[in-house]
């Protein structure tokens, strides 16, 4: 796959679009900002600060990656893309809470 470009991580908070449960985690840098599952009722969180960054060791399993974003938003990156991040928010909150409101 060719060179192999260091990877970053972040020390971030995290806030559940549904429950606004926080967590404060070690993620990738590039961890959609919206993505990461919440702990307490598995909806969608976002990232909403940053703390400190640290470079990672080169022999992280790259899977992770793949990892942190499977519960990130499916479809549309193109689209997505041209949206605002503050659009982006409201689509992905207005989507998790539809999704995860059932049941309670
Ligand atoms: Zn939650």
Same mark, same amino acid.
């Given at each position: 796959m060719g060179v192999n470009p260091d990877t970053y991580e972040v020390r971030a908070r995290r806030r559940c679009l549904v429950c606004d449960g926080e967590d404060e985690v070690w993620e990738l840098? *590039?961890? *959609?900002? &919206?993505?990461p599952l919440c702990r307490v009722c598995h909806a969608p969180s976002e990232r &909403?600060?940053?703390f400190e960054r640290r470079r990672m060791p080169a022999a992280v399993n790259p899977h992770a990656a793949a990892l942190g974003r499977l519960g990130g938003l499916k479809g549309g990156p193109a689209r997505a893309a041209k949206l605002t991040a503050k659009r982006r928010r409201d689509i992905a909150r207005a989507a998790a809470r539809a999704r995860w409101s059932h049941g309670k």
């Amino acid at each position: 796959m060719g060179v192999n470009p260091d990877t970053y991580e972040v020390r971030a908070r995290r806030r559940c679009l549904v429950c606004d449960g926080e967590d404060e985690v070690w993620e990738l840098e *590039d961890t *959609d900002q &919206i993505g990461p599952l919440c702990r307490v009722c598995h909806a969608p969180s976002e990232r &909403i600060a940053v703390f400190e960054r640290r470079r990672m060791p080169a022999a992280v399993n790259p899977h992770a990656a793949a990892l942190g974003r499977l519960g990130g938003l499916k479809g549309g990156p193109a689209r997505a893309a041209k949206l605002t991040a503050k659009r982006r928010r409201d689509i992905a909150r207005a989507a998790a809470r539809a999704r995860w409101s059932h049941g309670k």
